[in-house]
């Protein structure tokens, strides 16, 4: 029987880009609050990229993808003395556990998974242009999982699907070669995904509807003002819907002033308040709120130094506890004579 004293965690993203506030109640606060109380691994799963960015210009822009991230994780509040960042690639027996595993997944299991489709769409990718590296990028993410023996993975509720096969896969493994890998929970924060500032979908860095950390107040602002709302509100003075407007989903979530919320609510529905009045309280709240992450977003990203350090001793944590972890995982399987 496999036990632990606390929580395991493991969860991460793709180096892609800055964060943004998707990001933040997507996931990030959750793994503010689990720092303090179980061991947290959050990995720069750069491997992952590569599945749906592998030309020479796009690999080119890794590196700087890469600070950018750790950048992220630093400005919202994740401790590096605390949680152990760590870089994908940079860890050989990934590529050993990713094998293994794709020996005991079934082809089935992984293909009809929705949201290969939707990031070859993202990535403008055509059927018959997904690569084997992206179909088969659920059982590298169970890698990443497993490797780090999680009990939890915070993750959105897009993702749960991909917990599932970790999951299922640790199960067989178990079943196979004895009890090594406990079988991780999926952990979805109370917003498990935000509307984008169009309405369509959630917020996303490809969909072009984000709100990002590095955005200047006047970038929040436009992007506040040209936010979807009610479609048939076109004057002021129509009743306008509330509920599932994106509009009211921030001010629910990013302004702390409840009572003007509601008072906005209540005015919008009778047609009593116009748009500019509801969107200019929310640039101010998002701008308050973003201000001080973008300012230490900018300090952690001009030292590269810093978080080319952060994220090698990160990186040498997790490669000594993986490689240990493989060679039981051989030696179970019968093949020890693999080193």
Do not use: W
């Amino acid at each position: 029987m496999f036990l632990q004293a606390r929580p395991t965690v493991l969860t991460g993203d793709r180096p892609t880009g800055i964060l943004h506030l998707g990001h933040y109640v997507g996931s990030i606060q959750k793994r503010l609050l689990l720092q303090s109380e179980a061991d947290c691994f959050f990995i720069v799963a750069d491997l992952h990229a590569m599945t749906t960015a592998f030309t020479k210009e796009e690999l080119s822009l890794l590196p700087g993808r890469i600070h950018d991230l750790v950048a992220s994780y630093l400005a919202f509040g994740i401790d590096p003395e605390k949680s152990v960042i760590y870089l994908q690639s940079g860890c050989p027996a990934i590529f050993k556990m990713n094998f293994l595993f794709q020996l005991i997944t079934s082809a089935n299991r992984v293909m009809g998974l929705p949201s290969i489709k939707e990031m070859a769409q993202n990535a403008k990718m055509e059927d018959e242009k997904i690569s084997f590296g992206l179909l088969s990028y659920p059982v590298l993410q169970s890698a990443d999982i497993l490797m780090s023996q999680a009990t939890l993975v915070p993750v959105g509720k897009d993702n749960v699907a991909h917990v599932e096969i970790a999951r299922d896969i640790a199960r067989r493994f178990n079943n196979l070669y004895g009890t090594l890998f406990p079988l991780p929970q999926e952990c979805l924060s109370q917003t498990p995904s935000l509307p984008g500032t169009d309405g369509k979908g959630k917020m996303s860095k490809s969909g072009g509807n984000a709100i990002f950390i590095s955005d200047d107040d006047e970038t929040i602002r436009k992007k506040v003002f040209n936010m979807y709302t009610d479609p048939n509100r076109v004057r002021s003075d129509i009743p306008g819907r509330v509920e599932g407007n994106p509009l009211f989903v921030y001010h629910d979530l990013f302004n702390s002033n409840l009572d003007e919320v509601e008072d906005f609510k209540v005015r919008y529905s009778k047609g009593k308040i116009g748009d500019v009045e509801v969107k200019k309280s929310l640039a101010h709240a998002l701008s308050n709120l973003i201000a001080p992450i973008r300012e230490r977003f900018h300090t952690y990203r001009k030292d590269t130094s810093l978080l080319d350090s952060i994220l090698k001793e990160g990186t040498n944590k997790m490669r000594v506890r993986s490689e240990e972890l493989v060679r039981d995982m051989f030696a179970r399987m019968g093949c020890s004579h693999f080193k």
